[in-house]
């Protein structure tokens, strides 16, 4: 249903199509393959489409209510062209020539951008060689430095009332594969469990999974191959330390892995799209469409 205009006593250069405007267009378009655009309203020589606003009509709307968002989408763009109109024909030449510049400017960023983007996409799906991480890891270490603590390390919370703690806490600490066998079979009565002891945990990480566990008294058992158990009124925690590394000590190379694999991708996109640039002007060159005049 057209939404019907609100008119205001100005000389806004605002028409609106009647419903027999577009039977003379429905007339028209039976010579052609593609029906037009339906247009809503005009100012000067641009047109406001129906296309343009409908995405922003929901469907909660009420008939009464999408007319009148309609109506104030049209003046509101009327308002908005016609001030532009203004601005042109009154704002300095200077002026005019400066924003139409920084317009040009931002149009071309926003294209190349957008190019760029999609062409360094398929980077990132590319697999990183692990020598490659090595190698980078090798020649930077001094500059991955670690900035606190972190450990490795097996981990059970057992509810307060578990009965068969000593056998839990006893395969905990010798770790062999039957033991990992038992553990798994019988972890669903854990309330957290956690026996990957390859990854390496920073220690603010381990505080928030151990209750009773602090930043005043981590230094009494966060110690290599250290075994502690602590208890608090929510559960028994079961903790088994393997390995620990200081702040400042050089970060293990699988603690920073992600960090160096995302420096290294940026590098790869960085000279794809300087190798990119380069052959678009070589190629623009042969072509012929790229020439730099003597002065």
Same mark, same amino acid.
């Given at each position: ?12 250069? /605002? ?33 406001? !489409?129906?296309? @343009? ?12 209510? #999408?007319?009148?968002?309609?109506? %104030? ?7 908005? $062209?016609?001030?532009? #109109?203004?601005?042109?024909? %009154? ?14 400017? !931002? ?32 020649? +930077?270490?001094? %500059? ?29 600490? &010798? ?13 669903? $009565? ?7 002891? #390859?990854?390496? /945990?920073?220690? #603010?990480?381990?505080?928030? +999974? ?9 230094? %009494? ?23 620990? &590394?200081?702040?400042?000590? /050089? ?19 960085? @000279? =794809? ?19 730099? =005049?003597?002065?």
């Amino acid at each position: 249903m057209m939404p019907r205009i609100l008119r205001r006593p100005t000389a806004l250069l /605002i028409v609106v199509l009647l419903p027999a405007l577009g039977l003379v267009a429905g007339c028209e378009g039976l010579f052609r393959q593609k029906p037009e655009r339906e247009p809503l309203a005009r100012v000067g020589e641009e047109y406001l !489409y129906l296309e @343009d606003i409908e995405a922003l009509l929901t469907e909660d709307l009420s008939a009464a209510d #999408s007319a009148a968002f309609v109506n %104030n989408q049209i003046n509101t763009w009327a308002a908005r $062209q016609l001030m532009l #109109s203004r601005a042109r024909i %009154n704002l300095p030449e200077e002026k005019l020539k400066e924003y139409e510049s920084l317009i040009s400017d !931002y149009r071309a960023e926003l294209y190349t951008r957008a190019y760029k983007e999609a062409l360094v996409a398929q980077i990132e799906d590319t697999l990183m060689p692990q020598e490659e991480l090595q190698e980078f890891y090798e020649k +930077e270490k001094e %500059n991955f430095r670690l900035q606190e603590k972190i450990i490795q390390l097996r981990f059970i919370e057992l509810p307060l009332q578990f009965l068969n703690r000593e056998e839990v806490t006893e395969r905990l600490r &010798r770790f062999e594969d039957e033991d990992l066998v038992f553990l798994d079979s019988v972890g669903v $009565q854990f309330k957290k469990l956690h026996f990957n002891d #390859s990854l390496w /945990i920073s220690v #603010s990480r381990v505080i928030e +999974e151990i209750g009773p566990l602090t930043y005043d008294n981590e230094e %009494n058992h966060l110690k290599k191959s250290e075994f502690f158990e602590m208890e608090d009124s929510t559960g028994v925690y079961l903790t088994q330390v393997v390995d620990i &590394r200081q702040p400042n000590d /050089i970060a293990p190379l699988s603690y920073i892995e992600p960090a160096i694999r995302q420096v290294l991708l940026n590098r790869k996109k960085m @000279d =794809y799209l300087r190798s990119l640039e380069t052959d678009l002007i070589d190629e623009a060159i042969r072509q012929k469409e790229f020439e730099v =005049y003597e002065k």
